[in-house]
Nanobody, 122 residues
Framework: QVQLVESGGGLVQAGGSLRLSCAAS??????????MDWYRQAPGKQRELVAT???????NYADSVKGRFTISRDNAKNTVYLQMNSLSPEDTAVYYC??????????????WGQGTQVTVSS
């Protein structure tokens, strides 16, 4: 059973930094992992894509986090990170990691973590 476990969330003051981690376990071979992403969902808002890391090495960011957040990955460990700097109260949300895994004779499947709360105080 594949599980994604996030860590690193918490309470931080505006202007501060946090680093989120997400590790996969249970039957994922690193060669099959395609995109690794971070989403977030703030209270009363829709879930939004924050950052993407592709297996080809490219990254993409939401405009709201460009220049402040950095996504990285360790393929050998099936782990994805999100370094968040210059945090503002608008970044307060539950952050979710996802991993898209290729499967033989089937469409890729996206796994989700349970979410980690990030709260930025003003």
């Amino acid at each position: 059973q594949v599980q994604l476990v996030e860590s690193g969330g918490g309470l931080v003051q505006a202007g501060g930094s946090l680093r989120l981690s997400c590790a996969a376990s249970g039957g994922i071979f690193s060669i099959n992992v395609m995109d690794m992403d971070w989403y977030r969902q703030a209270p009363g808002k829709q879930r939004e894509l924050v950052a993407t890391s592709t297996s080809g090495g490219s990254t993409n960011y939401a405009d709201s986090v460009k220049g402040r957040f950095t996504i990285s990955r360790d393929n050998a460990k099936n782990t994805v990170y999100l370094q968040m700097n210059s945090l503002s109260p608008e970044d307060t949300a539950v952050y979710y990691c996802t991993m898209v895994v290729a499967r033989s004779r089937a469409l890729p499947i996206r796994y989700w973590g349970q979410g980690t709360q990030v709260t930025v105080s003003s």
